[in-house]
């Protein structure tokens, strides 16, 4: 099978977080399977650009990559260059597969995969829900949608990592035609260890931005009755950071914070074991590989129910659900504070249940046979 990956940035582009980490490892999967993928992309790696030679194939881990020059920043990423390509060589691929969307980028590549004829897989991301389309540039959204997104959607089949997902495409399109599969995630093999904290250690590790709920979380902390450590590993908007600190300050529980900034690959997972319990109250959040990587390495979850993965975590009792109400946190942080035995048991167990459900092979497996599927599609 021929494949070809669509994204507006691939590695080691690791500032964008879990869709960098989760994209390549399918890509490398892909290959390793015995298919030929090749990942169009461009050079970007937040507001410089990547050290590779733009529009040469390099082979990344196994995977023929292209890195295209792009003329405009993030969010946009237009890319000319890839757009000729893609349009010269489209149609030797027997599907394509498009990650993101919203990014002018991405959206015509789709439009000329269609205009090609070519079989076209579109991995929104988490950017295709009701929250998504409802904020930040609404109008330019809603422009694009009704000239040609709508259009390119409906004319795709649509990958969600969850139900969760799934039900918001069906919320934002009405009907669709796609697949669930869950995201393949790159986890080490080092042995859980768990830190004996004085303090109750919280641990926030994502992108700081509006929809993640720190405000909510920082609310909650501010009412606890017993003390805490909350550590914050991510980056973001100047503006935003400083707000937060503002409100930390705000709330006296600034002395409660350590802001770690961006966190690396190598270290994250010792961060993440370290912690007593992973927190993200999210107002909308996609599959979110972090949260399976703090179990993988041992560490309860305290997520809400818009994370994608809240119902994998219920079913399999690895953590706490929590409304974005500030007073439900609140609760749900004292049960987990309380509750010593299930958070051990969590410790104990969590990583066996991910090896079970998260199993690379069967992960990839099930990209193939959908591949397979929509290939035969007439």
Not at 167 to 189: H, M, W
Not at 236 to 248: C, I, S
Not at 269 to 290: C, I, P, Q
């Amino acid at each position: 099978m021929k494949i070809l990956h669509i994204v507006p940035s691939y590695k080691p582009a690791y500032i964008y977080g879990g869709p960098i980490e989760s994209v390549s490892k399918l890509c490398q999967g892909l290959a390793a399977a015995g298919h030929t993928v090749v990942v169009l992309t461009t050079t970007a790696n937040g507001e410089q650009e990547l050290s590779v030679e733009p529009g040469k194939v390099i082979d990344v881990d196994g995977v023929d990559v292209i890195y295209f020059k792009r003329i405009t920043k993030d969010p946009t990423h237009i890319s000319p260059d890839l757009w000729k390509y893609l349009w010269s060589n489209v149609e030797s691929y027997d599907i394509v597969n498009i990650q993101s969307w919203w990014s002018i980028l991405v959206i015509v590549a789709a439009a000329i995969c269609h205009v090609k004829g070519a079989k076209v897989v579109i991995s929104p991301r988490g950017m295709l829900s009701p929250f998504i389309f409802s904020s930040g540039y609404k109008k330019i959204k809603k422009v694009i949608h009704s000239s040609v997104g709508k259009w390119a959607l409906s004319k795709s089949w649509l990958h969600a990592t969850a139900q969760v997902e799934y039900n918001e495409f069906v919320s934002v399109l009405g009907e669709c035609k796609g697949f669930i599969a869950p995201n393949s995630v790159t986890l080490p093999d080092t042995s859980v260890i768990k830190a004996d904290n004085e303090i109750f250690t919280l641990i926030f590790m994502s992108r700081l931005h509006p929809k993640k709920g720190i405000e909510i979380l920082l609310n909650a902390i501010s009412k606890l009755s017993f003390p805490v450590i909350l550590k914050i590993a991510g980056s973001g908007d100047d503006d935003y950071v400083k707000h937060l600190k503002a409100m930390a300050l705000r709330l006296k529980v600034d002395s409660k914070i350590v802001w770690m900034n961006w966190v690396g690959r190598e270290e994250k997972f010792n961060v993440l074991m370290n912690a007593d319990l992973f927190v993200l109250v999210s107002l909308n959040e996609n599959f979110a590989n972090v949260v399976v990587e703090a179990l993988h390495m041992g560490t309860p979850v305290l997520i809400s129910k818009e994370v994608a993965l809240s119902t994998f975590v219920n079913d399999h009792h690895l953590g706490w659900i929590t409304s974005l109400d500030v007073d439900d946190v609140v609760e749900k942080l004292t049960l987990a504070y309380k509750d010593r035995k299930r958070m051990s048991w969590i410790s104990e167990n969590s990583r066996k249940i991910i090896a079970e459900t998260f199993s690379e092979k069967k992960l990839i497996q099930n990209y193939v046979d959908h591949y397979q599927e929509i290939i035969e599609t007439n």
